[in-house]
Structures are given as C-alpha cells and as structure tokens.
C-alpha cells in the first residue's frame, strides 16, 4: 500500500521514498507527498533526486489508487534505488489556497443562500470555478457571496482534516457536496473530512492551507448564467 503523504500534511514539501516500479518514464513510489490530479485540483510538479541526479517531474496522476510519477526521463534509476522528492511548493501552496477559497464559496452559497449542488468545480494554479445548480443567481448576489466569504477568510478559521470510519461518516448528513462524492461515500471504507471552523465540512481528498486566512483575497474574475440551473462563478487570489 502506498503512502499518501499529502493526505495528513498538505505541507509537506520534501520526502524521502523508494522505487517501487517503473514503467518507461513512470515511476511509482512506496510514498509520495506529490498530489495526483483528482477531485478538480490539479496535480504537482517538481523534482526527484537520486544517485546525485535530479530528475523533473512532469505530471502526477493516480491509477487504481496508486500515485504515477512522470519523469523527464528515467536514465539511471533502478527499482528499490532511495529517492528525494521535492514538490513545487509555489504551484501547490496556489492551489491549496485556492481549493480552500472553493470550500468556503461553498459553504456561504449552501448555508446562506439555500445554494444546491455543486456540479462541477476546477482549481488552476491561477484561478478556480465553481459550477452548481441554483436558482435565482444573479450578479448582486454572487457579489455578496464573495464579500461573505472574504469575512470568513479574515475571521482566520483553522482548517482541519479529519478521518472517520464507514459507520460514523454514514450518520453526518451532508458529507458529500456533489454527485460523484455522495457515490464515493458509499464505497469508502475511511472517510477524510474537511473542516473549516464550524462553517464547513465535507468529504475531501485535496490538499488546504491550515487557516482561511492564508487565503487572501478573493477577487471575482467571472460569473456566468449558464442556464436556469447551471450557473459558474471564476475566482482568482491576492
Ligand atoms: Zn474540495
């Protein structure tokens, strides 16, 4: 089984592993703190280092839980040889940052304005959207959303991350924001929660910033009305 670091410490930036298997320029690892792609954030990149090599690495993807590292190439690395991976934390602490700002979006449409699903979202290192299904958006509104989310970024409420079994995530109504989240939950056997405050939680496998505060501030680049239900907000941070 391997180790996801990043899913207890999102700041993490270097570790230790070793080769597991590789596979032309993928290389798989006992332990990795580099995030995959997955859950609308974007993979990290960085570098891995060994035998005095430094290696870059180009995408991170997951496959049938496992983490595949890609590398710029793969000349002189063997299977078990040790590595150091370091993760481009300018990249990651941009999308961390930006995941969290997603959250409390979120939590301000759903609690305090009756907001429904979420039906989509993506976090670029520069910006991020959300897409959910609500009725009665307009522009005042998600301009007010913004400014109620601002206040939670500089009330500097702790973000936490918690485990809960099978048969204690099942009794937490409201866990799963969107669709392919409330099918996870069914299979998951340890569920991974995060928390803002007492103002959000929800099933998640991102990577957050520890305090709202780390967020800045959030700038409203786009909204659109893309039909009666299907509605997109674009944030990007200061
Ligand atoms: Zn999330």
């Known amino acids: 089984m391997m180790e996801k670091l990043y899913l207890d410490n999102s700041y993490l930036k270097e570790f230790d592993a070793t080769i597991m298997a590789i596979d032309s320029n993928i290389v798989q690892l006992d332990r990795t703190a580099f995030f995959p792609t997955g859950g609308g954030q974007l993979c990290d990149t960085g570098t891995i280092e060994s035998n005095n090599r430094t290696y870059k690495v180009l995408e991170t993807k997951k496959s049938a839980n496992m983490v595949m590292h890609t590398l710029d190439n793969v000349e002189g690395l063997n299977l078990g040889d040790h590595v150091h991976g370091k993760i481009d934390w300018q990249r990651r602490y941009a999308l961390m940052r930006l995941h969290t700002a997603l959250h409390v979006i979120d939590a301000v449409m759903v609690k305090k304005h ?50 809960l079994n099978k048969e204690d995530a099942a009794k937490v109504e409201g866990l799963a924001r969107t669709a392919p989240g409330a099918e996870l939950l069914k299979k998951l056997d340890v569920v991974r929660v995060v928390d803002i405050g007492d103002i959000d939680f929800q099933l998640d496998g991102g990577t957050h910033v520890a305090n709202t505060k780390e967020i800045g501030t959030i700038k409203l680049i786009g909204y659109e009305n893309k039909g009666a239900r299907r509605k997109r907000i674009e944030i990007a941070l200061d």
């Not at 959207?129 to 998600?142: A, N, Q, Y």
């Open 114 to 163: 009756n907001g429904g699903q979420i039906t989509g979202g993506q976090i670029y290192e520069h910006k991020a959207r959300i897409d959910f299904d609500m009725e009665g958006m307009s522009k005042e509104l998600v301009e007010q959303i913004i400014a109620e989310s601002q206040q939670i970024v500089d009330a500097a409420q702790p973000v936490t991350v918690r485990m």
